[in-house]
């Protein structure tokens, strides 16, 4: 019989070169994770950075009594769930049919071209991004250039707080679902290849191979990727939103992230603003808890397994 002290002593001499290679990153995951979250202690004092954490008034609860008793608050919540709502149902598609029509390519060079461009707008920042949407459908911009030049009139899109949802979900897709699809085609690239040609042996057609193989070969991880989405449903973005937050107005460009940022950090109010992230980080638990709930009821893993 194997001595279990003696096979984790073999073990651990055998992944030494591993565990060596992980040391960083679980340092930088608990520098930078875990060691901030000592901050929280904040939403529930008076904080003064004069005098640091240990020395700042306790107050309990008054810091979230205000803030939900705070009409801007609920303003920027209703801003948050709606933009999340918008971007799950117009963006949330889009990697996966990316992903689908890639796969789809049968030249590997044209595929590999295809990624390399659609890849791209990810590295861009959303200052540069932005600047290319307002080049492109600003005031001043290549559209409404082109509309004037043939007496159509201008298009507000920059500046109209009414479509400001449908503004930063077009930019998202632009910018993100390039990248967004690696993970389905890494999905695809597991899927048994001969379930294709036996279907097609069989006379299924392109959809119906489509329909019967490669979604169900995706349901797994797209029910993961639906979990993580939905526990992220109240982190829309800040730099996005941010930049544009002057040119629509703060009625329809505040979300939770900025509202901390104007209403905590720019006013010194910072116990108000970390009472915000708190609401924002209980509630997101709340959500992939559900999320990954409602994934095990219809048989997938989720976050993990039962």
């Known amino acids: 019989m194997t001595n279990p002290r003696l096979s984790w ?27 901030p ?13 004069l005098v640091g954490v240990w020395h700042s008034d306790w107050v309990g609860l008054d810091q979230f009594r205000a803030l939900f008793g705070d009409p801007l608050f609920w303003q920027a919540l209703g801003n948050t769930l709606y933009l999340s709502f918008v971007q799950l149902v117009l963006f949330f598609p889009i990697p996966i049919a990316l992903a689908l029509l ?16 659609v890849y791209l707008p990810h590295f861009f920042s959303w ?12 005031g001043a911009g290549v559209l409404n250039q082109f509309l004037r030049t043939h ?35 890494a999905a695809l690239a597991a899927i048994n290849t001969d379930l294709y040609e036996a279907a097609a042996a069989d006379g299924a057609g392109r959809f119906r191979r489509m ?31 941010l930049i544009q937050r002057d040119a629509v107005g703060h009625d329809a460009a505040d979300v939770l992230d900025t509202f901390s940022f104007y209403y905590g950090i720019t006013t010194n109010n910072y116990s108000y603003g970390a009472a915000a992230g708190l609401f924002k980080s209980v509630i997101s638990l709340v959500l992939i808890w559900g ?6 009821a219809f048989g997938e893993d989720g976050l993990y397994r039962r």
Request: no cysteine; aromatic share 10%; hydrophobic share 55%.
């Open 9 to 35: 002593r073999v073990r651990l001499r055998r992944d030494r070169a591993l565990l060596l290679m992980v040391v960083p990153a679980v340092v930088l995951l608990v520098v930078f994770n875990y060691a």
């Open 37 to 49: 979250l000592f901050g929280l202690v904040t939403a529930f004092q008076e904080y003064d950075p």
């Open 102 to 117: 890639l796969n789809s390519v049968l030249s590997e060079r044209l595929r590999n071209f295809i990624q390399s461009i």
């Open 127 to 138: 200052v540069l991004a932005i600047t290319i949407f307002q080049q492109m459908l600003g």
């Open 151 to 185: 007496d159509i009139g201008t298009w507000d899109i920059m500046t109209n707080p009414s479509t400001f949802a449908l503004l930063v979900t077009s930019q998202a897709v632009w910018k993100e679902a390039g990248w967004s699809i690696i993970v389905f085609l």
């Open 211 to 241: 329909w019967h193989i490669t979604l169900p070969g995706l349901r797994g991880v797209i029910m993961l990727m639906l979990v993580l989405r939905l526990g992220n449903a109240l982190s829309v973005g800040f730099e996005q939103f």
């Open 291 to 296: 999320a990954n709930r409602l994934a095990h």
